[in-house]
């Protein structure tokens, strides 16, 4: 099936061939046509599916219809001011700014505007910015909340509420700021919920703000791209960097976007990397808006070509040709595990996902394990071989996995040295 086979205004459809559209993902299938038929939507789909164009493309569909009904009646008197007809919710600057840009991708050649606000900047300029209205509102919940309440933007006649990547924001806390923006929407509008994972909170929370919704689920939460190869790396926690250096060296990686568990650790691994003479960055919330920005456009330039990131800032980064993920730790919530590697192996596209595995989260593989319903492949690296002395601490809840790991390093110990023979 194509994208003209899903009765998507002209437009769209030429856009979407201008740039390089093949055919729809299977979220994009399943969505868009209950999107136009009016409905609520409850969606999961995880980073990397083509969610954004799913909820994108029917609101501007109906918005381009709805300006050629408009030009088909001449007696109807046009207003300068455009009133926000959709807005879309999303817990980071950076899947804000991602969200906008494919927005204005998708919508270029046409009337339809789109304008984005976030925290970190200047006000005023988006005050500025909404003065004649928008089409399309994209926004973070706190800064949206700041301006409603200032009364620089009204949202009486609002009829689409799109909230993207739902349980990361309320991940990061932002439910009583949602809660607080609902009370300001009119209560006759069409509302879309995509999440990475539909799980008993979000079920919850769902109930609050849809109407009927049509559940759409295109993976499940523990499923991983079958384009992305994943390879563990048993290595001593002191050695992790020199590993990861030697394999961006060794095996020639033009960028990779690495998972630091803690903004300290990301800060500390970047200094080590750059003495290694690797050019490599860090991505977190301690940083400056403006100096984020600066960060990711030289990461996407290929100025930079490691990008150390922690799980909260690096969500809604949208980076094409992304080879190469690595996890310095694993994960406490293995979900995340699921989002860190959907950045690479995006739309069939092979990709790498590569986790350094030291003795103190052998405990969070077996949790990560069973949640994936399969096992992860260990191997070592020449030269970089663990310390076998070394010994896990062991409580009652992690003896049996414990075991189970240290049997499985024993057997690729026996391996490994049979290899060398």
């Known amino acids: 099936m194509s994208f003209a086979d899903l009765s998507l205004h002209p437009i769209l459809i030429n856009r979407l061939a201008e740039l390089k559209y093949q055919q729809p993902t299977p979220i994009q299938l399943q969505a868009i046509p209950v999107i136009l038929s009016g409905k609520d939507v409850m969606a999961g789909a995880q980073t990397g599916t083509g969610k954004t164009a799913a909820f994108a493309l029917p609101l501007l569909h ?6 050629d009904n408009l030009a088909a009646q001449p007696d109807v008197q046009h207003i300068n001011w455009t009133p926000i007809t959709a807005l879309v919710l999303v817990p980071t600057r950076e899947l804000a700014q991602q969200v906008h840009s494919s927005i204005e991708q998708y919508a270029y050649g046409s009337s339809v505007t789109s304008v984005m606000v976030y925290g970190g900047v200047s006000i005023g300029e988006q005050i500025r910015q909404l003065a004649n209205g928008t089409h399309i509102l994209v926004a973070t919940p706190g800064r949206l909340l700041d301006l409603l309440r200032k009364r620089a933007l009204s949202l009486s006649q609002l009829a689409h509420l ?3 990547e739902a349980d990361r924001m309320l991940d990061m806390g932002f439910k009583d700021e ?3 923006v609902l009370k300001r929407l009119p209560s006759s509008r069409q509302t879309l919920l995509f999440s990475a994972t539909l799980d008993d909170r979000m079920l919850s929370f769902s109930r609050r703000l849809l109407r009927s919704p049509q559940v759409i689920e295109v993976a499940l939460r523990n499923t991983t791209a079958s384009s992305i190869v994943e390879r563990v790396f048993n290595v001593d926690a002191n050695r992790k960097c020199a590993m990861l250096c030697h394999l961006i060296s060794q095996e020639g990686w033009q960028q990779s976007l690495i998972f630091s568990r803690t903004k300290q650790g990301a800060d500390a691994l970047v200094k080590q990397m750059k003495q290694a003479g690797v050019a490599a960055e860090a991505f977190h919330a301690d940083l400056s808006q403006a100096l984020r920005e600066q960060v990711l456009a030289a990461f996407k330039a290929g100025e930079v070509t490691a990008l150390v990131a ?8 949208d980076i094409n040709e992304l080879n190469y993920v690595v996890n310095m730790e694993l994960p406490f919530q293995v979900e995340d595990y699921v989002h860190r590697i959907g950045r690479t192996g995006r739309a069939g596209k092979a990709g790498q996902a590569i986790t350094l595995l030291s003795i103190d989260d052998e405990p969070l593989l077996t949790k990560l394990e069973a949640f994936l319903d399969r096992r992860l492949p260990q191997q070592w690296l020449a030269g970089f071989e663990p310390d076998l002395d070394l010994i896990a601490p062991v409580t009652r809840k992690t003896t049996k996995s414990a075991l189970k790991q240290q049997a499985r390093k024993k057997a690729l110990a026996v391996s490994s040295r049979g290899k060398k023979r």
């Open 162 to 164: 799109v909230f993207d």
């Open 310 to 317: 922690t799980d909260v800032a690096a969500r809604g980064l």
């Open 178 to 180: 949602i809660v607080e």
């Open 62 to 67: 109906q918005l381009l219809t709805q300006q």
